[in-house]
């Protein structure tokens, strides 16, 4: 089942900065093949939901591996059955309106 997501993780007990854990996401995202787009409060994502989730596992695993106690995570999961759209294409078509919101 394809699926869309967005996923916003914030590791705890790290002090203040965290951009060097949410960092360390990308490449696995990207090796999943999930095409992220990171944007300033989580990451959106497309794929299979199995691969979509293992990654997501994977990620919490790499900021547990870098020293974070903990880690809260927030996701977001859509799917739909009546046809394929991307993320990009959802955003473009909230473009076409005249929207860059």
């Not at 203040?16 to 090796?31: D, F, H």
């Not at 992220?36 to 990620?59: I, M, R, S």
């Amino acid at each position: 089942m394809k699926v869309t997501a967005e996923i916003c993780v914030i590791p705890l007990g790290v002090g203040v900065s965290v951009s060097k854990y949410i960092a360390a996401c990308g490449p696995i995202l990207e090796a999943a093949g999930l095409k992220p787009q990171l944007h300033a409060y989580g990451t959106n994502v497309e794929g299979e939901w199995d691969d979509v989730f293992a990654a997501f596992k994977e990620c919490h695993q790499t900021i547990h591996d870098l020293g974070a106690p903990r880690v809260h995570t927030s996701i977001k999961v859509g799917t739909r059955t009546d046809r394929e759209q991307s993320n990009d294409d959802k955003i473009a078509a909230v473009r076409e309106r005249g929207s860059s919101a």
